[in-house]
């Protein structure tokens, strides 16, 4: 087992033990923000037939070439094509078809003059100006051709996306597997969260923000539970949660009297790969596998808990789920005040990132003990210092990294 390594070593070990997850079929409601586990080809051209991008009248260019605000066109009213209904006829000269948005274009028509720029009358209109061929009309085809490979394996199914298969006659798609994830918090100071809260006890705020941040990246949370500081109870709970693709649990991985996740979970058959990593917050980080399931041992501190996340299992999700994005997205950002810190490792300083007319600027969200969650509620972004860097002085810039999706919103005025 490796000892004391880097976050990117670290990052690299569990990837490496990361293999993408069985495929499934799901029905496309089911189907969003999934990732694509197949090439997706068109049966059929879209639009299947050429059709009307307006309200008006299908007409034949040739017969408005004279027409003029002098000398109006007058053409004969012989049909309609309204959206879903076929107009059977073949226009001929000096007629015209009402036809409506999405309706099919009527044999012999090549154009279509909007209902705005024609005056109507019962059984005809007249024209006021000539129209251009193949104006306002959705050509067959023109959005995607029959046999196109409209998606490729690997794509993140998004609304849009979405709206594309059912457009291709999709009801079922074939995605990447959403991991099952047990979650193990460990500590005879836990208390849940309808009980007295007692001399010496805290809430289990790390199982449910472990619950939201897992349920947020899609996945399958088998179960949240609370075990006492014993090694059965411990072994027990791993034990029966040993199907699942990843284990996830928080505390005893430290140095304390009580800190026995290691010896546990080797003992309950998983391989241990690195414990320990130059980081701050969640140094005392553990990491083992066991045939294709990973295990996580966190460290109990709340902050801890949301910045490995974060950082080493979030990417191992994604990497199951089949996406190839997988790490949080670097930005730049000018430092609004000096942030002093100590070089021997990587440091996740949570921060609150702003924009000033496209410039980002960004300052500490205070205390950034691992113990303070607030500290994640006041802020919106990590400050990523790597091992090296000391002293960062006002104005310099540097790397962040957002994990607060509202950031990418407006606020309401």
């Known amino acids: ?147 196109e490979m409209i998606m490729e394996k690997g794509m993140n199914l998004t609304p849009a996306r979405i709206g594309l298969l059912a457009s291709v006659n999709r009801s079922f798609v074939k995605v990447y597997r959403n991991p099952v994830v047990s979650v193990i918090v460990t500590g005879d100071e836990v208390a849940e969260i309808d009980e007295a809260l007692t001399e010496g006890k805290i809430k289990n705020s790390n199982g449910f923000t472990l619950m939201s941040l897992l349920i947020e990246a899609g996945c399958i949370v088998r179960q949240t539970e609370v075990v006492k500081d014993t090694k059965i109870a411990l072994k027990n709970a791993i034990i029966d949660n040993s199907d699942s693709d990843i284990v996830l649990s928080t505390g005893g991985v430290s140095m304390g009297d009580y800190d026995f996740v290691k010896d546990v979970v080797k003992e309950s058959g998983y391989s241990p790969v690195f414990w320990k990593v130059r980081v701050k917050p969640g140094r005392p980080l553990f990491f083992a596998v066991k045939n294709s399931t990973l295990y996580f041992g966190i460290p109990g501190n709340p902050v801890s808990v949301m910045t490995t996340f974060y950082h080493f299992i979030l990417p191992a999700i994604r990497k199951m789920q089949g996406f190839t994005n997988i790490c949080l997205k670097e930005f730049s950002a000018i430092l609004t005040e000096d942030i002093k810190r100590k070089s021997n490792r990587s440091e996740f300083v949570r921060g609150i990132l702003t924009e000033n007319n496209g410039e980002f600027f960004v300052s500490s969200a205070g205390s950034q003990g691992s113990g303070i969650l607030s500290s994640m509620h006041r802020g919106n972004c990590f400050i990523v210092f790597n091992e090296g860097h000391g002293l960062s002085e006002k104005g310099e810039r540097v790397v962040v990294e957002i994990f607060d999706k509202e950031f990418y919103f407006k606020p309401l005025v």
């Open 1 to 147: 087992m490796k000892e004391n390594i880097s976050v990117q070593e670290a990052l690299n070990e569990i990837l490496s033990k990361t293999k993408p997850l069985k495929t499934e079929k799901v029905f496309l409601n089911e189907a969003v923000n999934r990732v694509l586990a197949e090439d997706i080809f068109s049966p059929f051209n879209i639009p299947p037939t050429d059709n009307s991008a307006m309200d008006g009248y299908a007409v034949r260019f040739e017969d408005t070439l004279n027409a003029s605000f002098k000398k109006f066109t007058e053409l004969k009213i012989v049909g309609e094509a309204p959206a879903g209904k076929i107009y059977n006829g073949e226009l001929k000269k000096g007629e015209t078809v009402k036809i409506m948005t999405g309706g099919a274009l009527p044999r012999g028509a090549n154009a279509v003059i909007r209902r705005e720029d024609v005056e109507e009358n019962s059984n005809s209109i007249k024209i006021f100006k000539p129209v251009k061929k193949g104006q306002d009309i959705r050509t067959q085809g023109e959005d995607i051709n029959k046999g």
